[in-house]
């Protein structure tokens, strides 16, 4: 019998900020990695460009082994069967028929699918195909993403855009979201929403009390610091009062998010990752006590909660391993 031969994958990871392009193996392990600013790369035309010519790098260094293809992870509406990112709100993409045109130009096979999809793929496939058949991925960074596995397998609905629950209402008529809806999960718990979030407690504790006038965020705002997730974090590292109560709000809000899908789905476990949930211990109390109080006790009590221990690169090597997928 011939030796079995490794496979590899380039895996493609647009957010709102930053578009990664690796090269992994079928272990999620990284060969090589480039960063792109999505600022600079706003230009659909630009953006092809420049992934393109990554990808002949990669070709060029790794020039003897099986490069599988090429998988995408994107943020926004994306329609898996037609390889369309039909809408990044976040980005600004309309109708970009990504999959055709990087196909024309690398020669390889190339698959789409949204970014939190396929940050939920690489996720269970490396680490929980073998013990959950049902769970949730949740991405909380930027915007708040989802990717559902039923049955043990990705699920997209008809067109590929099931798995949206930042984009699920959580307040009828509150925040305008990019997305053209109002009161969006992700306008509350992204990273945004959470700015917004410290700007509503900063001006109403200013009025109630005097938690404003001690709390390290107002020395940040006075100082026209954006505090991001980050900052907030490292406020209630310190035992910033206001810090902690807002982190608890934000475990309230996501926990109401979490036990109206959990009574929907009854899941096996929930998966949470990206950057604001390294301020887990901030947030899982109020999380936990909120699913208790408004899910149903059976899938309140079965549901795993599983926070990511540490950051990987799981949106860029779920999207290369979305060809083991298929």
């Not at 079995?4 to 272990?27: E, F, H, R």
């Not at 020395?219 to 900052?231: A, G, M, R, T």
Request: aromatic share 8%; proline share 2%; with cysteine.
């Amino acid at each position: 019998m011939g030796q079995k031969i490794q496979k590899y994958y380039i895996g493609v990871d647009i957010g709102g900020t930053k578009i990664v392009i690796a090269l992994i193996d079928i272990n999620g392990n990284v060969l090589f990695k480039k960063i792109l600013s999505t600022e600079l790369n706003l230009n659909k035309n630009v953006v092809i460009r420049n992934i393109s010519e990554i990808i002949d790098e990669i070709k060029i260094i790794y020039k003897d082994i099986n490069i599988i293809g090429i998988g995408i992870g994107s943020a926004g509406i994306v329609l898996y069967n037609k390889g369309i990112i039909k809408f990044s709100p976040n980005i600004g993409w309309r109708d970009f028929y990504i999959v055709s045109q990087l196909q024309k130009i690398s020669k390889m096979r190339v698959v789409l699918d949204n970014d939190a999809n396929a940050a939920a793929w690489g996720i269970f496939y490396l680490k929980y195909k073998s013990k959950y058949n049902n769970m949730l991925c949740v991405t909380l960074g930027t915007g708040v993403g989802g990717g559902f596995i039923l049955n043990g397998k990705m699920f997209r609905g008809i067109d590929g855009t099931a798995g949206e629950i930042g984009h699920m209402t959580y307040i009828p008529d509150g925040l305008e979201c990019p997305c053209g809806n109002k009161g969006c999960l992700e306008r509350y718990v992204g990273k945004y929403g959470l700015n917004m979030l410290i700007d509503r407690h900063l001006k109403e504790e200013a009025q109630k009390s005097n938690l404003a006038k001690k709390s390290l965020l107002l020395d940040y705002k006075k100082e026209n610091v954006i505090v991001d997730p980050k900052l907030l974090e490292a406020a209630a590292e310190k035992g910033d009062e206001l810090a902690l109560k807002i982190w608890i709000e934000f475990g309230e809000i996501l926990g109401t998010a979490f036990a109206t899908i959990l009574n929907l789905l009854n899941l096996e476990a929930i998966h949470i990752t990206g950057g604001i949930a390294h301020a887990q211990k901030f947030f899982e109390k109020a999380l936990v006590d909120t699913i208790k109080r408004r899910a149903f006790s059976v899938p309140a009590e079965t549901v795993k909660l599983i926070f990511e221990e540490k950051k990987q690169d799981m949106g860029v090597i779920g999207a290369g391993l979305l060809l083991e997928e298929l």
